[in-house]
């Protein structure tokens, strides 16, 4: 039986049951919110394993609340729902913190393998996880997630500290970009996404003097990515 704690935050009522419906059966245990403002206080004076927060809703958008819980230190996986395709609005919620994000409307065995896989990847130990590097001037604290370079320190999403732990615990390979969804988002299937490259666009942002003309994070075409030469 699964005991994982959800907060799902979604103002549509219909859903919002549903939803809640569906994860309990599952063996979930979990609490909703239809408002912004409440979801983000239910989940700043509680624990939860996974957060499921909705773009679109009352008092606070989906984005500001997920921005205000990572600046309040609140780890746990967020799984945004957005009616909108556009890939602006997708990076939007990478870049407030989110670790992944549904598009409505969205069949209900693909939201809760995305729910495994979240759950799945934040519950692997990290004893023998990097807790800081340092290259060309830059400073990472992953314990932060926080980068400092140039005396500038520039906080880091969860998932982002994720990729670049990875990347740099594997100095010098290629990694594929199946590789990647596999062990840092924890997909067991591959979905048709363009994650990867958006968070690695994020991180050459924060990272390279010019992130087009990356030198730590090298795009191997039709391959993958690698950290360093």
């Not at 994860?23 to 957060?51: C, H, M, W």
């Not at 992953?142 to 880091?156: C, D, I, M, Q, V």
């Not at 990347?167 to 390979?173: A, N, V, Y």
């Not at 199946?178 to 991180?203: C, F, N």
Request: hydrophobic share 35%.
């Amino acid at each position: 039986m699964n005991h994982a704690r959800i907060l799902l935050v979604e103002d549509e009522p219909n859903l919002r049951r549903t939803l809640t419906d569906l994860l309990r059966s599952d063996g979930y245990l979990v609490e909703s919110s239809g408002d912004g403002v409440e979801g983000q206080e239910l989940a700043t004076k509680n624990p939860f394993d996974l957060i499921i927060l909705d773009v679109m809703l009352p008092s606070r958008d989906g984005f500001e609340v997920c921005r205000c819980l990572r600046e309040n230190g609140v780890n746990a996986p967020v799984l945004m729902l957005t009616a909108r395709n556009e890939l602006n609005n997708k990076v939007q919620g990478f870049k407030a913190g989110s670790d992944d994000y549904l598009t409505k409307p969205f069949e209900t065995p693909e939201l809760e393998a995305r729910i495994e896989a979240l759950l799945r990847r934040a519950s692997r130990g990290a004893r023998n996880q990097l807790k800081s590097y340092d290259f060309d001037g830059i400073h990472v604290d992953f314990a932060r997630s926080e980068l400092t370079k140039n005396g500038k320190s520039t906080a880091l999403g969860e998932r982002e500290a994720r990729l670049l732990r990875y990347l740099i615990e594997r100095k010098g390979t290629i990694l594929s970009r199946d590789e990647l969804l596999q062990e840092v988002w924890g997909y067991k299937s591959i979905p048709l996404t363009r994650t990867v490259d958006v968070h690695i666009a994020w991180l050459r942002q924060k990272i390279e003097d010019d992130p087009k003309n990356p030198r730590h994070i090298v795009t191997v075409h039709g391959q993958g990515y690698r950290f360093g030469r």
